[in-house]
């Protein structure tokens, strides 16, 4: 897979993973290979930079309890926001979780509690220390959990509920319902025809136009108009990484780990979509997981040189996006500091995804 493209792999195979082959298609339409690890401190900057860097990025990642403040309502709170503005901008959530317990215990972690994970986040990741029952305990969670959203979208839109019931087109892309919105517009658009504006989703007034991206056409959107920017909705999908490598200087993945990851991954293809780790994975002709990976920076634009990009002092290591792509096979960076500490994190995520696109196009030749 390191030498097919992005738009190959969308295609590869019957058993690429749905949100695999929607992430990819996101990647090559928007010639982005950038998730924003979305570290800030509270939930009106999270909201902001996301909104802000949207359009630069594929992937937003997460860390929930590092944001004070983080609203847990189902229908109008921060993640419900989020899904709103992945909606918006086209890019998948990645809670960027690590589950690490017994089967029983993450599966409620996963589900429940005040941030119900699974309502809000396309992605999130598993340590693999407690063995493979973690992945196969969390695949039956996801799975019960898109059967329910699937059957209440049916039966509510046969009744002809009218969505949303808070959040109702109050702000721009003001449509929330994180339990039924990520991915329901189809549906929402056959009872729209049948019954009349059941839904109603403000005008969106923003246009899209990535820098250098040749295949977006800019798309303006018109009032009403419920899905984005032209691109297609996601699956109502989720999707698990397994922790395989890490960053960190000293850590204790070894070999024989990230081996046993990539193994737990083979056999649960219907819900592992793919890794985090230092290195791509994939070994094997039919492996198509998706490699992402942090511990990235790119040195200051008017000091090109690596030094200084080592490390935070906290044990964090960083690579250049050229290293991590091109030198060991990763497709996607993932990017915290290096973006959010710029004076204008806009500018620096559209800096990172040309600098990861191009590495990405190096390696195609
Ligand atoms: P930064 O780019 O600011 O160093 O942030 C990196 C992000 O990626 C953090 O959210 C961290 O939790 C995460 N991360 C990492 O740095 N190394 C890993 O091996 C795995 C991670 O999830």
Redesign the pocket.
């Known amino acids: 897979t390191l030498t097919s493209t992005f738009a190959t792999r969308a295609t590869m195979g019957v058993d690429t993973h749905p949100l695999t082959s929607y992430l990819l298609r996101l990647m090559d339409l928007k010639a982005s290979n950038l998730c924003l690890?979305a570290?800030v401190s509270n939930a009106r900057e999270l909201l902001l930079v996301a909104d802000k860097v949207g359009p630069a990025i594929v992937v937003l990642?997460t860390?929930y309890d590092l944001i004070a403040g983080w609203d847990f309502h189902p229908q109008t709170g921060t993640g419900a926001k989020l899904v709103t503005l992945a909606r918006k901008h086209g890019f998948l959530i990645f809670e960027?979780r690590?589950f690490g317990d017994i089967g029983s215990t993450v599966q409620q972690q996963y589900v429940g509690g005040s941030a119900r994970v699974v309502e809000w986040a396309h992605i999130t990741n598993v340590n693999m220390i407690p063995g493979p029952t973690i992945v196969t305990a969390l695949a039956e969670a996801a799975a019960k959990w898109k059967e329910r959203i699937n059957y209440e979208v049916k039966t509510s839109v046969s009744a002809g509920f009218s969505y949303p019931e808070d959040g109702e087109g109050t702000e721009e892309g003001g449509c929330v319902n994180p339990r039924t919105d990520v991915n329901t517009s189809n549906h929402l658009r056959d009872a729209d025809e049948r019954k009349g504006s059941i839904v109603s989703i403000t005008t969106v007034t923003q246009s899209f136009e990535p820098a250098d991206s040749p295949r977006l056409s800019k798309t303006t959107l018109r009032d009403g108009d419920e899905v984005y920017l032209g691109i297609e909705e996601a699956p109502t999908d989720r999707g698990l990484l397994i922790?395989a490598?890490?960053?960190?200087a000293g850590?204790l993945m070894n070999a024989e780990y990230t081996n046993a990851c990539l193994d737990t991954a083979r056999k649960n293809k219907g819900f592992v979509m793919g890794f985090?780790a230092q290195q791509s994975l994939n070994g094997e002709p039919e492996d198509n997981f998706i490699t992402m990976t942090?511990?990235?920076?790119l040195p200051p634009e008017d000091e090109p040189t690596e030094n200084g990009i080592n490390g935070?002092g906290l044990g964090?290591q960083?690579k250049t996006p050229e290293k991590l792509i091109v030198g060991s096979g990763c497709d996607i960076i993932?990017?915290?500091?290096?973006i959010?500490k710029a004076d204008n994190p806009q500018l620096e995520a559209e800096r990172y995804r040309k600098a990861a696109w191009k590495a990405y196009t190096t390696r195609m030749n």
């Open positions: 690890s570290d990642k860390h960027d690590k922790l490598q890490m960053s960190s850590n985090v942090p511990g990235c920076q935070d964090q960083y993932i990017v915290g500091r290096g959010l």
